[in-house]
């Protein structure tokens, strides 16, 4: 079990014309060395915004961390400095975007920005950022790597403008590779081409992975563990068979029966989570999720579930694991595939 | 289902975008379909196969470049009177892709829902408007209290009801859903599909639904049409689809949408595609897939393959299931 | 951790759904229509406020002015010229009659008559004089906010929503319209007929109205591809309503915009004439008129050219603030 990065307790606010919404509230989740979590959630649930405050890219402007620590390595990334980070940034953690279109300069060649990192961060001369740079653009599948070197941006696909992203991130060898929603703007073909990219990638150099999504197919397809967020705080948290097989949160339930499986025949109808996320301006009293949860009790709408103890692995944020709750059976999960 | 009534009978249609001089894309090139009444066939497609660009020539958005649509015994896809466009226009709907842009900001939900209705039959009085638009929300699920309201105010999710009910306030028969999930989430997807279906089933009516989510389409169409660079490449029922594709292009397309199962993820035998799709203004000659197909011959670079109907009511146009292998025409 | 919940009692455990009730999705707030939500957030802007209400006060005053004494904007009176402002009850802030070297000028030329703004070289009144000008303004402002409207919203719109060929024409005509500089037109109309109200208004028609025009045609053609539009063509709407109902109110934004900074362009325009002696011809007063006048003897008379570039200094100062009070006002991102 050993973790390179721990998020705990993560609270976070946004100042707006309005007032304060709270986006953050109490976010707890770790990463493995070598390893790949997934953090999946719906738009509103903060899933980005943890992301970015762990690389503390959040406009200073208007945003407050009130409170919580970001554990690199033991060491709390939110006291770091400016200074201190553009350290950390891309060279011992790097980030994907979703859009490749605007995460590369349109007027630079595609060669100087990936030398760009490594001239940064690492003593190379020139000429060694030059070589390094055609062997990441080789390495991310891009063939003719030293033509390629001078391109543009918008003489890339979208797929490849991608590629060149994440030769973009690991060119420093992170330690970490956080990919927001990287495969949302893409075509599924391309998408299956990007993961693997990814998957193989980590294989080399040994980087955990941090996964924003709101695929569950991606989620099954890359994660080792899992994330679940609503209304700015992780509602369950598991090894990916155990989210999957054995979940105990009702929002999970709910994202699982909502979603048509493409490898099952019956036509069951979808079973819709009803009504939409909270507002997060106002503040929520008791479990963000109780509103639309099918199985809420009193406690639900009053008290904030705790994170409960599942397995050692395993923890969700539900009043339905109380002992004085009573005995609910998953509408999903259980009903565990016969294929092995 | 081929003792159906036909609704629509699509007859190589095509719809090229003239850019520069000498340079066109062929966004539609040849799509040949029929459309049963009281079906949900879906379109699927990555980017750039054409899809929308179908949809939108079908409900005469776009005008076609060659081809007839033969709707209710009438080719709709060149002239006509001013009659016959009325009613075409109360026979056959769309719904948008994105909430955000597709409700105008400055009218209220009563007025967005309600144009059709005014434009149609303008000798209805303004209570018995107000009634319509009532019951319309009533059957998207919407409160009649929100008649007076501002799209702004809507989530994602109720921006694209009320779409519905302006689709449905001329009564049509035929409505072309062009990516109407995409932009919602996951959650809320499953509500709005939900819908849809409910619809149908209450006012019979025929759906083309048009997205990129196989697994969405999969779930609400009873035939599936699969799209590659402007032409339909393969046809069949939705659980046929998915058991026995024939066309590579569809077996690479099913291989790479990732399930939420770990177990069948981590067992799985992926079929990656190389490389990417070709432009649409310079397809590849005969099979346009063959650039990128794992299975491609020689006779794939000189003739596009033939539409035929390989299996009962599952069509594909592949050399691989072309026996007689003589280049005529 | 299990201490936190010890004090839940047991029944607190029962099933209590309240999934299905009644949704109160939709805030109960009065449903705010674009512009009245536009109005809201203009009135929280200070400069703009203020900006209304001083434009509105020398609107006032533009007409009111004059009529306030029984001088008018041409009537001589070589016997009274150039005397110092004097208004009856505000000596201690200045308005003494006194010049520059302090001697009040009143008592030395024996005058009992009271000029608020003082008078120029012919014994005119400046108040009166001032407030004519203002008035001359203001009419620039009116016609070139016309002309925007009339002649650019429509020729935009026409060139935005026919397109293709249409366009293309249009927009190579506004082209020509463009390179033609504004003052060799005027100098063309003034040799033709007089300077004057005249060739300022010829010359705006002709060339006023462009930006207008590009900022329409900009906003209509990236409406027309809007979803909404799509669908209501789908509906059979006309091109009528489309335009009429879909494509103007939404770029009704930015048409506003645009006109309140057409405004002191336009004024500024006919000052700067006026100015450099193109413009109006005495006795005619515009505000430029009279800074030309005044300028000349600025050391020594300095009220002749003050009140008149006080007054035109805040009107333009004024429609600048208010528009882009306006401009973030109607801003669709900023709405809530």
Known sequence: MDEILQVKDLDVSFKTYNGETNVLRGVNFSVQKGGTLAIVGESGSGKSVSAKTIMQLLPKQNSIVNNGEVLFEGENLLTYNEREMRKVRGSDISMVFQDPMTSLNPTMSIGKQIMEGLLEHQNLSKKQAYDTAVGLIDLVGISNPESRMKEYPHQFSGGMRQRIVVAMAIACKPRILI?????????????????????????????????????????????????????????????????????????????????????????????????????????????????????AMKVCHSHMPEDFSVSDTHASACWLLDERAPEVKAPVGTEVNANE | MNNQEKLIEIKDLKKHFHLKRHTTLQAVDGVTLDIYRGETLGVVGESGCGKSTLGRTLIRLYEPTAGEVVYNGKDVANRLTKKEERQFQKDVQM????????????????????????????????????????????????????????????????????????????????????????????????????????????????????????????????????????????????DDLYHDPLHPYTQALLSAIPVADPKIERSRERIILEGTVPSPIDPPSGCRFRTRCPHAMDICAQVAPQWKEQKPNHFVACHLYNEDVEVDE | MSEHRDHISEDMFTPDPIVGKEETQVSDTPQLSFWKDAWIRLRRNKGAVISIVLLLFITIMAFVGPMMNEYTYKDQQIAHSHLPPKVVGLEWIGFDGTDKNGVDVYKEK???????????????????????????????????????????????????????????????????????????????????????????????????????????????????????????????????????????????????????????????????????????????????????????????????????????????????????????????????
């Open chain 1, 179 to 295: 990919a927001d929603e990287p495969t949302t703007a893409l075509d599924v073909t391309i998408q299956a081409q990007i993961l693997d990219l990814m998957k193989d990638l980590q294989n080399q150099l040994d980087t955990s992975i941090i996964i924003i999504t709101h695929d569950l197919g991606v989620v099954a397809n890359m994660a080792q563990r899992v994330a679940v967020m609503y209304a700015g705080r992780v509602v369950e948290i598991g090894t990916v068979d155990e989210l999957f097989y054995e979940s105990k949160h009702p929002y999970t339930w709910g994202l699982l029966s909502s979603m048509p499986k493409l490898h099952e025949d019956e036509r069951e109808p979808l079973v819709p989570i009803v009504g939409s996320p909270p507002d997060l301006e106002q503040p929520i009293q008791g479990c963000p999720f109780a509103p639309r949860c099918p199985y």
């Open chain 2, 95 to 238: 719904i948008f892709q994105d909430p955000y842009s597709s409700l105008n900001a400055r009218m209220t939900v009563s007025e967005i829902i309600s144009e059709g209705i005014r434009i149609h039959e303008p000798s209805l009085s303004r209570k018995e408007v107000e009634a319509r638009v009532h019951q319309l929300l009533d059957s998207v699920g919407l409160h009649k209290r929100f008649s007076n309201r501002y799209p702004h105010e809507f989530s994602g999710g109720q921006r694209q009801r009320i779409g519905i009910a302006r689709a449905l306030a001329v009564n049509p028969e035929f409505i072309i859903a062009d990516e109407p999930i995409a932009a919602l989430d996951v959650s809320i997807q499953a509500q709005i599909v939900n819908l849809l279906k409910e619809l149908q089933e209450e006012k019979g009516l025929t759906y083309l639904f048009i997205a990129h989510d196989l697994s969405m389409v999969k779930h609400i169409s009873d035939r599936v049409a699969v799209m590659y660079l402007g032409g339909v490449v393969e046809l069949s029922t939705s």
């Open chain 3, 110 to 336: 024996g005058i009992e008559d009271v000029y608020w703004f003082g008078t120029d070289q012919f014994g005119r009144d400046i108040w009166t004089r001032v407030w004519e000008g203002t008035k001359i303004s203001l009419y620039i402002a009116f016609l070139a906010a016309a002309l925007d409207l009339i002649i650019g919203v429509v020729y935009g719109g026409i060139s935005a929503f026919y397109g293709g060929r249409v366009d293309n024409v249009m927009q190579r005509i506004i082209e020509v319209l463009v390179g033609i500089p504004n003052l060799i037109l005027i100098v063309l109309f003034i040799l033709i007929l007089e300077p004057g109200i005249l060739s300022i208004t010829l010359a705006l028609v002709i060339t006023g109205w462009v930006n207008m025009a590009r900022v329409v045609r900009g906003e209509l053609l990236q409406l027309k591809g809007q979803e909404f539009v799509l669908a209501s063509r789908t509906l059979g709407s006309s091109d009528f309503k489309l335009i009429t109902k879909h494509l103007l109110p939404n770029a009704l934004g930015s048409i506003i915009v645009t006109l309140m900074f057409t405004i002191p362009t336009a004024i500024f325009f006919e000052a700067f004439l006026s100015f450099i002696g193109l413009g109006l011809q005495p006795p005619l007063a515009s505000l430029g008129v009279l800074i030309e006048d005044g300028y000349r003897t600025m050391q020594l008379l300095p009220y002749k050219m003050i009140y008149p570039a006080i007054v035109i200094s805040v009107i333009m100062i004024c429609f600048n603030v208010l528009a882009d009070g306006l401009r973030d006002a109607l801003d669709p991102k900023m709405r809530k």
